[in-house]
């Protein structure tokens, strides 16, 4: 973390190469994976910037035979702040079936467009948003198309060398032994390195960058000081937003841009198989935040309905880190306390008829293990509640149950934190309420009510208390 240009803050953990015990350390090269975008989007406009392209050229100009009834109306702004439409896409799957997730083996644009050649339009050009992985590989490809060099020699020439990231590639690693290996099972019993089951071919232009924090510091600061860009370009990507329907939350020109008490926060994060990330800026305190983690709970692919979380980098950490700097108080903020010499102890909490903790203490080493019939960690625990008990939980869980189940939001805004309400009580968010009901009345339709609930179990709503009431069973989730 930086301030004013200066590090205040710089910290490494864990290791690099779990197999060999290679440790992590500032000089580590990571996959940024998604962080590629704000990258990718400094690359196009650096081509904007010198006449050979404007933000409202239609993707048609490169791509004549693509989707050729809607392609002449999508244009560079809407695949940099995903408001292109497209059903195609990858590494996401609609709940229609439309999108392909990335495989292990090299595939060319060709190869693509052959998979998406009947795909039709969401919605109009510039009238939603829906994160669009294929739309930056489109960028990458149209770089290649005006630059006549390859994507990762432009983004040397262009944007590594000149904000002075030595360490940063597209594909591979300057450095190999200062890689760090992606690696699986973050919480559970087994800790284990990873071969990518990605081929790079397939995040050309969206998640196929490896650079390291110090690199991502310099790549903020030279954007910020005018090295990459005019400021008036920079203001653009910025400025140049659609709105993501979610609280007052916005997709600029390759970057997010949030409100976080009432102060900017610019960001963009990355999630792959063993690999999470986080880049932002707060522009009123002149701060700068890089987080690059080698970890992830499961692979994300084979075992895509893992019902936990899948990540310690995520929105709840960064909203904690930013609370701290804004001086603000942080709930459940561990604190060191001085204390006498303590005794080494051995204590088990029960928390249901399967699973346990115990906490131990042997010298100046603490432990806290999982136990149960099957492997799993604190990380993933999920706890749930019997919807009947005369509680505020159940209040707010058969309150949600009934309104998903007769459409009716009214007294919804009540429930939930600030945030959560702003959600209820937005137009967009009633909206995304309703749609999420009509797909689960659609598969209640083809399925029987055991395999429906099996598959509500899966869909993930991050902070929510959903319920459900169906044939008179209640279903609760947490």
Same mark, same amino acid.
């Given at each position: 973390?930086?301030?004013?240009?200066?590090?205040?803050?710089?910290?490494?953990?864990?290791?690099?190469?779990?197999?060999?015990?290679? *440790?992590?350390?500032?000089?580590?090269?990571?996959?940024?994976?998604?962080?590629?975008?704000?990258? @990718?989007?400094?690359?196009?406009?650096?081509?904007?910037?010198?006449?050979?392209?404007?933000?409202?050229?239609?993707?048609?100009?490169?791509?004549?035979?693509?989707?050729?009834?809607?392609?002449?109306?999508?244009?560079?702004?809407?695949?940099?702040?995903?408001?292109?439409?497209?059903?195609?896409?990858?590494?996401?799957?609609?709940?229609?079936?439309?999108?392909?997730?990335?495989?292990?083996?090299?595939? @060319?644009?060709?190869?693509?467009?052959?998979?998406?050649?009947? $795909? *039709?339009?969401?919605?109009?050009?510039?009238?939603?948003?829906?994160?669009?992985?294929?739309?930056?590989?489109?960028? !990458?490809?149209?770089?290649?198309?005006?630059?006549?060099?390859?994507?990762?020699?432009?983004?040397?020439?262009?944007?590594?060398?000149?904000?002075?990231?030595?360490? @940063?590639?597209?594909?591979?690693?300057?450095?190999?032994?200062?890689? !760090?290996?992606?690696?699986? %099972?973050?919480?559970?019993?087994?800790?284990?390195?990873?071969?990518?089951?990605?081929?790079?071919?397939?995040?050309k232009g969206a998640g196929n960058i490896?650079?390291?924090?110090?690199?991502?510091?310099?790549?903020?600061? !030279?954007?910020?000081? %005018?090295?990459?860009?005019?400021?008036?370009?920079?203001?653009?990507?910025?400025?140049?937003?659609?709105?993501?329907?979610?609280?007052?939350?916005?997709?600029?020109?390759?970057?997010?841009?949030?409100?976080?008490?009432g102060e900017k926060w610019i960001n963009?994060?990355?999630?792959?198989?063993?690999?999470?990330?986080?880049?932002?800026?707060?522009?009123? *305190?002149?701060?700068?935040?890089?987080?690059?983690?080698?970890?992830?709970?499961?692979?994300?692919?084979?075992?895509?309905?893992?019902?936990?979380?899948?990540?310690?980098?995520?929105?709840?950490?960064?909203?904690?880190?930013?609370?701290?700097?804004?001086?603000?108080?942080?709930?459940?903020?561990?604190?060191?306390?001085? @204390?006498?010499?303590?005794?080494?102890? $051995?204590?088990?909490?029960?928390?249901?008829?399967?699973?346990?903790?115990?906490?131990?203490?042997?010298?100046?080493?603490?432990?806290?293990?999982?136990?149960?019939?099957?492997?799993?960690?604190?990380?993933?625990?999920?706890?749930?509640?019997?919807?009947?008990?005369?509680?505020?939980?159940?209040?707010?869980?058969?309150?949600?149950?009934? !309104?998903?189940?007769?459409?009716?939001?009214?007294?919804?805004?009540?429930?939930?934190?600030?945030?959560?309400?702003?959600?209820?009580?937005?137009?967009?968010?009633?909206?995304?309420?309703?749609?999420?009901?009509?797909?689960?009345?659609?598969?209640?339709?083809?399925?029987?009510?055991?395999?429906?609930?099996?598959?509500?179990?899966?869909?993930?709503?991050?902070?929510?208390?959903?319920?459900?009431?169906?044939?008179?069973?209640?279903?609760?989730?947490?």
């Open positions: 973390m930086s301030k004013n240009d200066k590090i205040i803050y710089k910290k490494s953990f864990g290791f690099a190469d779990a197999s060999t015990l290679r *440790k992590n350390t500032k000089n580590t090269i990571f996959s940024v994976a998604s962080v590629t975008k704000p990258l @990718t989007a400094v690359g196009i406009m650096k081509l904007i910037e010198d006449d050979k392209l404007s933000l409202n050229t239609p993707i048609s100009t490169f791509f004549p035979n693509f989707i050729p009834d809607y392609s002449p109306k999508i244009t560079i702004r809407h695949l940099l702040n995903h408001s292109s439409g497209m059903q195609a896409n990858i590494g996401r799957i609609d709940n229609e079936g439309n999108g392909l997730m990335p495989g292990e083996n090299l595939v @060319t644009l060709n190869n693509l467009f052959e998979k998406f050649k009947d $795909s *039709k339009l969401k919605h109009e050009p510039g009238k939603g948003f829906e994160y669009n992985n294929f739309g930056y590989t489109l960028l !990458a490809y149209i770089i290649e198309d005006i630059s006549k060099m390859s994507y990762a020699a432009y983004m040397e020439q262009a944007v590594f060398k000149p904000a002075s990231m030595k360490n @940063t590639s597209v594909n591979n690693y300057k450095v190999v032994r200062k890689k !760090a290996f992606p690696h699986i %099972g973050l919480g559970m019993h087994s800790f284990t390195k990873i071969r990518s089951k990605i081929h790079s071919s397939w995040l490896n650079s390291t924090s110090l690199d991502l510091q310099r790549f903020m600061r !030279a954007l910020e000081n %005018g090295i990459l860009l005019k400021p008036s370009s920079v203001e653009k990507l910025f400025n140049y937003t659609q709105s993501r329907g979610v609280n007052d939350s916005e997709y600029g020109l390759g970057w997010r841009i949030q409100n976080k008490d963009h994060t990355g999630l792959l198989p063993g690999v999470t990330s986080i880049i932002g800026m707060l522009p009123e *305190k002149n701060i700068k935040i890089v987080i690059l983690t080698n970890a992830t709970t499961t692979d994300l692919i084979t075992e895509s309905n893992f019902q936990g979380k899948n990540q310690f980098i995520d929105g709840e950490i960064i909203d904690k880190l930013i609370t701290i700097i804004q001086g603000n108080k942080v709930e459940l903020l561990p604190k060191s306390i001085k @204390t006498k010499k303590i005794v080494d102890y $051995s204590n088990k909490f029960k928390l249901d008829n399967k699973h346990s903790l115990v906490l131990k203490k042997q010298g100046d080493l603490y432990t806290l293990e999982a136990t149960g019939k099957e492997p799993w960690s604190v990380f993933t625990y999920k706890f749930s509640k019997d919807a009947n008990e005369n509680n505020k939980t159940s209040e707010t869980a058969l309150f949600f149950a009934n !309104a998903m189940s007769s459409q009716n939001f009214d007294g919804l805004t009540t429930y939930g934190d600030k945030k959560m309400k702003e959600f209820l009580g937005s137009k967009e968010g009633i909206n995304q309420l309703k749609g999420m009901w009509a797909y689960f009345l659609k598969m209640l339709e083809i399925l029987n009510l055991s395999t429906f609930i099996k598959l509500m179990k899966y869909q993930v709503i991050k902070r929510h208390i959903l319920g459900f009431i169906l044939k008179k069973k209640t279903l609760v989730l947490f």
